[in-house]
T-cell receptor, first 117, second 115 residues
């Protein structure tokens, strides 16, 4: 079974600064997908960024980018130019590429990000 | 696209009572998922449907839990004889197959409190 670990329960950053959230995972599979989801307080979870394991290039979405290290099984999220609206719980998630997995996600424990003005 | 909607948003019930939650996925999505999230934790997979077929159930889904998606559209999750340990946020998500890495779209969840 796959596991996802987020070792930082809480992180804080000053507005306009950069912060990196860590995520490691364990799997015996070679093909899979990784995601970062954001869950603001009392609001629905939304997708921030995704990475296909077969792609060597790190994914980027505007101010959000990842550092994907397949051999190390590490998948960190970098938020540049942090904004107050980035404050949320961030979850790292794994999805197997096997069709039998049904696209279900395995989530980490989450990192609560605070953005200080 | 009105998103995934869940009803009710909050439910308070006494231990031993039955509760039922509803999820309406995004209309063109054929996959529907139920997750449970306890305070300060990541969501845990419970079950998923492809159209009306329930294809997988987690070991977390005890015999007191049942989920249905009778016409491949909305889904219901019923918990019988609720226990205090059932208190959690129940999240529904949907996705569409055939779109590569189709992301899951989540609803706002139903927060269950068992007293």
């Amino acid at each position: 079974a796959q596991t996802v670990t987020q070792s930082q329960p809480e992180m804080s950053v000053q507005e306009a600064e950069t912060v990196t959230l860590s995520c490691t995972y364990d799997t015996s599979e070679s093909d899979y997908y990784l995601f970062w989801y954001k869950q603001p307080p009392s609001r629905q979870m939304i997708l921030v960024i995704r990475q296909e394991a077969y792609k060597q290039q790190n994914a980027t979405e505007n101010r959000f980018s990842v550092n994907f290290q397949k051999a190390a099984k590490s998948f960190s999220l970098k938020i540049s130019d942090s904004q107050l609206g980035d404050a949320a719980m961030y979850f790292c998630a794994y999805r197997s590429a096997l069709k039998t997995s049904g696209s279900r996600l395995t989530f980490g424990e989450g990192t609560q990000l605070t953005v200080n003005p | 696209d009105t998103g995934v909607s869940q009803d009710p948003r909050h439910k308070i019930t006494k231990r031993g009572q039955n509760v039922t939650f509803r999820c309406d996925p995004i209309s063109e999505h054929n996959r529907l998922y139920w997750y449970r999230q306890t305070l300060g934790q990541g969501p845990e997979f419970l079950t998923y449907f492809q159209n009306e077929a329930q294809l997988e159930k987690s070991r977390l889904l005890s015999d007191r839990f049942s989920a249905e998606r009778p016409k491949g559209s909305f889904s219901t999750l019923e918990i019988q004889r609720t226990e205090q340990g059932d208190s959690a946020m129940y999240l529904c998500a949907s996705s569409q197959t055939g779109q590569g890495v189709a992301p899951l779209h989540f609803g706002n969840g139903t927060r269950l409190t068992v007293t």
